[in-house]
């Protein structure tokens, strides 16, 4: 009777071996699309900051910021408005939720980065936004999550290397604005990302794209509108209307909807990881496209960045 018990305990585990293999072969793929999109939003938003720099000097900020969720949206309706009619119960439902993500995520990230190309580099803006990471612990610590001591050392090792960049290496900490601009930026960001975890199921990704850019827009109409009365507008030519067209469609509706896309299969923490690419990407595009040096000081900024982050974020790092 045993070894009949047990060749039908084997038959068994072989007969749910494939589905245990096909659902754990699931759960790998989604990680490596995760991964991929988030990558892919991570390479995309380096050049928008370089985009950001180029403009600062020919649109201004808030102008910049507006213009763009009108191109994205233009971008996104096609595939996007009918989703977010069929929805429009729904969205109603959670309107309060809406708001916020649209304020963090549309309103004010992008037009505190704009703000921050017109006194610092794209270098330096996208080392800074590398550590958004860091906030985004903080609110899982908030969370009940236990970070663990390695995570806690990487992200004072990465914190670090953002006060040595923004000092510029003063123990005066003279800060430069554009920096302090970065800084709200990235606390702005993160929580986005954060907030996104706790997007109802329901709502379709599409949906949820199309009403945040739509109200982000509207929630800008206004200072838009006080800008034009006291800037002036910007002459469209095809040095600030191409620029406008990347960060519209690619940046905007390409990038915001591999990202959101990201945290849902793989979670803010693990997409965050990939996050940390973005200042050597930044510096190159900037090095190439705008002629910006990288000093011996940003390289030992970007190392303590880089590398409080990937130690805060290694596999074990909250136990």
Same mark, same amino acid.
């Given at each position: 009777?045993?070894?009949?018990?047990?060749?039908?305990?084997?038959?068994?585990?072989?007969?749910?071996?494939?589905?245990?293999?096909?659902?754990?072969?699931?759960?790998?793929?989604?990680?490596?699309?995760?991964?991929?999109?988030?990558?892919?939003?991570?390479?995309?938003?380096?050049?928008?900051?370089?985009?950001?720099?180029?403009?600062?000097?020919?649109?201004?900020?808030?102008?910049?910021?507006?213009?763009?969720?009108?191109?994205?949206?233009?971008?996104?309706?096609?595939?996007?408005?009918? !989703?977010?009619? &069929?929805?429009?119960?729904?969205?109603? /439902?959670?309107?309060? =939720? +809406?708001?916020?993500?649209? *304020? #963090? $995520?549309?309103?004010?990230?992008?037009?505190?980065?704009?703000?921050?190309?017109?006194?610092?580099?794209?270098?330096?803006?996208?080392?800074?936004?590398?550590?958004?990471?860091?906030?985004?612990?903080?609110?899982?610590?908030?969370?009940?999550?236990?970070?663990?001591?390695?995570?806690?050392?990487?992200?004072?090792?990465?914190?670090?290397?953002?006060?040595?960049?923004?000092?510029?290496?003063?123990?005066?900490?003279?800060?430069?604005?554009?920096?302090?601009?970065?800084?709200?930026?990235?606390?702005?960001?993160?929580?986005?990302? !954060?907030?996104? &975890?706790?997007?109802?199921?329901?709502? /379709?990704?599409?949906? =949820? +794209?199309?009403?945040?850019? *739509? #109200? $982000?827009?509207?929630?800008?109409?206004?200072?838009?509108?006080?800008?034009?009365?006291?800037?002036?507008?910007?002459?469209?030519?095809?040095?600030?209307?191409?620029?406008?067209?990347?960060?519209?469609?690619?940046?905007?509706?390409?990038?915001?909807?591999?990202?959101?896309?990201?945290?849902?299969?793989?979670?803010?923490?693990?997409?965050?990881?990939?996050?940390?690419?973005?200042?050597?990407?930044?510096?190159?595009?900037?090095?190439?496209?705008?002629?910006?040096?990288?000093?011996?000081?940003?390289?030992?900024?970007?190392?303590?960045?880089?590398?409080?982050?990937?130690?805060?974020?290694?596999?074990?790092?909250?136990?």
């Amino acid at each position: 009777m045993a070894v009949l018990d047990r060749v039908h305990g084997s038959a068994t585990a072989d007969a749910a071996d494939p589905a245990d293999r096909g659902g754990a072969g699931k759960a790998r793929r989604a990680a490596t699309l995760g991964l991929l999109l988030a990558a892919l939003a991570t390479v995309v938003w380096s050049g928008s900051f370089v985009t950001s720099r180029a403009l600062a000097d020919s649109v201004p900020p808030v102008q910049h910021a507006f213009w763009r969720w009108i191109v994205a949206l233009v971008a996104v309706a096609p595939f996007a408005a009918r !989703a977010a009619w &069929r929805q429009r119960a729904l969205l109603r /439902e959670h309107i309060r =939720f +809406l708001l916020l993500a649209s *304020l #963090l $995520g549309v309103t004010v990230y992008n037009t505190l980065v704009n703000q921050a190309g017109i006194s610092t580099t794209a270098g330096n803006m996208g080392m800074i936004m590398a550590a958004s990471p860091v906030v985004m612990a903080l609110y899982e610590r908030l969370g009940g999550t236990r970070l663990g001591a390695r995570r806690v050392v990487g992200l004072l090792i990465a914190c670090a290397g953002v006060l040595l960049l923004v000092s510029k290496g003063s123990l005066a900490m003279d800060f430069a604005v554009g920096d302090l601009w970065m800084l709200a930026a990235a606390l702005s960001f993160a929580s986005y990302s !954060a907030l996104l &975890r706790r997007k109802p199921a329901a709502i /379709e990704g599409l949906s =949820f +794209l199309f009403t945040t850019f *739509l #109200l $982000g827009a509207l929630m800008l109409a206004p200072v838009f509108v006080a800008s034009l009365v006291i800037q002036g507008g910007f002459e469209p030519t095809p040095a600030t209307v191409s620029p406008l067209l990347y960060v519209g469609v690619i940046s905007s509706a390409l990038a915001f909807f591999a990202w959101n896309k990201a945290i849902s299969l793989i979670g803010a923490a693990r997409a965050g990881v990939v996050y940390y690419l973005q200042p050597v990407c930044v510096a190159l595009l900037s090095f190439v496209v705008l002629g910006e040096p990288t000093g011996p000081m940003q390289v030992l900024c970007m190392g303590l960045i880089l590398g409080g982050v990937i130690l805060g974020a290694a596999r074990g790092g909250a136990k």
